[in-house]
């Protein structure tokens, strides 16, 4: 069995676990419970563990500093659940090469996920070494996979629609070569980055459309278009009809 170190903040989790380990027949088992990070740390001095755990939920900072504080003393992998799902959390907590992220609300199926993705790294017992499942990539001289890489790029885009983004910037921000994080992203999601972008910018336009009073170009500069004419081409293209049509429609069929 490999021992878990539950750091649970709320202490809402600890009662969940428990069982949900149980009923999968999960080789994961709760070592121990800790509901600060001082208890925390004091657990990873005394007993060997094969994985922390790190339930946030609106602890994020202080999840993130005990984060930052194992990576001082341990290489142990550690899980961090029911985080927000923001652009600066998940890229801070990546940076101390933590092994998943896994923002609120928590599925119970992607937390078994994401142990048994962890399993394949994981010897009889906790090892010093532990070798990816995939050849990583670098992120500020971070090792890390590019999947957690492709979450954070699609995280910062979320978060800045109403900005001018571009891969480019991006990758400059993450350090990475841009043709090389386009290649990854489209081999990951099965989309060009460009189109995901659109998509994201399009989706977000038709919700403020239904759900808001918003004038047309308020919408369009939310959702990082200046040029209002070029907005109305690109969401016709997108949704088959103009902005305008697609409010009336909506909210007559409605």
């Excluded at 069982?19 to 001082?38: D, V």
């Excluded at 907590?93 to 142990?115: G, I």
């Excluded at 906790?126 to 590019?146: C, D, T």
């Amino acid at each position: 069995m490999y021992n878990i170190l539950l750091v649970d903040y709320s202490r809402r989790l600890c009662k969940e676990l428990g069982p949900l380990l149980s009923r999968s027949t999960s080789p994961y088992t709760i070592g121990e419970s800790a509901f600060s990070s001082s208890d925390a740390l004091i657990a990873l001095s005394k007993q060997e563990f094969a994985v922390v755990l790190i339930h946030t939920e609106r602890c994020d900072t202080a999840g993130l500093w005990l984060c930052h504080r194992i990576r001082q003393i341990s290489d142990i992998p550690i899980l961090l659940v029911g985080g927000r799902d923001h652009f600066r959390l998940v890229r801070k907590a990546l940076t101390y090469q933590v092994n998943d992220y896994l923002p609120s609300p928590v599925s119970a199926s992607a937390l078994l996920q994401s142990l048994q993705a962890l399993q394949t790294r994981l010897g009889p017992e906790p090892v010093k070494e532990r070798l990816p499942v995939k050849p990583p990539v670098q992120l500020n001289g971070k090792a890390m996979e590019s999947s957690h890489v492709i979450r954070i790029v699609k995280a910062y885009v979320r978060d800045h629609l109403s900005d001018e983004i571009t891969l480019r910037k991006i990758s400059d921000m993450l350090h990475f070569n841009c043709a090389y994080l386009g290649q990854k992203f489209k081999l990951e999601e099965k989309v060009s980055f460009n189109d995901y972008m659109l998509q994201q910018r399009m989706e977000k336009a038709k919700h403020l459309l239904l759900t808001t009073d918003m004038r047309i170009y308020e919408i369009a500069l939310e959702v990082g278009y200046k040029d209002i004419d070029w907005f109305y081409k690109k969401f016709k293209a997108y949704a088959g009809s103009s902005p305008n049509a697609y409010r009336r429609q909506k909210n007559h069929s409605a």
